[in-house]
């Protein structure tokens, strides 16, 4: 079987784990660990301290806009990683066209039960 696209227009998609891990006299800390840095083993602990899931995702539209009035301060999206990115700066498919950012976090465990 071949993988097959669920959806389209997806610039970005990144996810991050909310991991919990006690910390001695403070009690418990939550990180962001990128997916990419996660065990592979999935009997590893630290899956067990997997808190949450954050998922974002970058969609861009079909439609071309016409950015030649367009202010430089207006004509930017927001990244997954917080950074502005110009539209005209972009290459391909995706130059000149509206950009969304969603993001979402979902808490699988209740935080304190490790």
Known sequence: STAQP??????EFQVTYLVQTLVAGTGSNIQNV??????????????????????????????????????????????????????TELTDARKSRTHQLFRNTFQIRSQGLI
């Open 6 to 11: 669920i959806a389209q227009n997806v610039a």
């Open 34 to 87: 990128k997916a990419a840095d996660m065990p592979t083993d999935a009997t590893d602990i630290k899956w067990r301290q997997v808190q949450g899931i954050e998922v974002c995702f970058v969609l861009y539209g079909n439609e071309l806009i016409d950015l030649k009035d367009i202010p430089k301060a207006s004509r930017s999206y927001t990244q997954c990683n917080g950074e502005s990115q110009d539209l």
